[in-house]
């Protein structure tokens, strides 16, 4: 299970933060991260962690200015997405996920294989004035 909370309209050049709280897998290897879809386009990874190497990506527009973290609970983890300096560009629904096995370590936040990864239900950002 993926809860997600926070989002919802921010003025640019604000700050936002995005936290998920993932239970329910035995998570010995695991990628998890962040995904947004924007208006009329289709999801795209914006940042992902994998814990089995300890390597980080973020989307090249979106270096500098999202930050992914994540703590480990008895039995959840919590992942956090901090968007500082918000520009329009940063409008969209965003969706945590997990691949629960770690089969994408090797290419966080592709996508592929799609049947990897499961979904949060989704958090609206809007940054307008």
């Known amino acids: 299970q993926l809860v997600e909370s926070g989002g919802g309209l921010v003025q640019p050049g604000g700050s936002l933060g995005l936290s998920c709280v993932v239970s329910?897998?035995?998570?010995?290897?695991?990628?998890i991260g962040w995904f947004r879809q924007a208006p009329g386009e289709g999801r795209e990874g914006v940042s992902c962690?994998?814990?089995?190497?300890?390597?980080?990506?973020?989307k090249d527009s979106v270096k500098g200015r999202y930050t992914i973290s994540r703590n480990n609970g008895d039995k959840t983890i919590t992942a956090h997405l901090r968007i500082s300096n918000v520009q329009p560009e940063d409008t969209g629904v965003y969706y945590c996920?997990?691949?629960?096995?770690?089969?994408?370590?090797?290419?966080?936040?592709?996508?592929?294989?799609?049947?990897?990864?499961?979904w949060g239900q989704g958090t609206q950002v809007t940054v307008s004035s």
């Open positions: 962690f994998s814990n089995s190497d300890g390597t980080t990506f973020y």
């Open positions: 996920v997990i691949d629960p096995v770690g089969i994408t370590h090797r290419q966080p936040c592709s996508g592929e294989p799609a049947v990897a990864y499961v």
């Open positions: 329910g897998f035995t998570l010995d290897s695991y990628v």
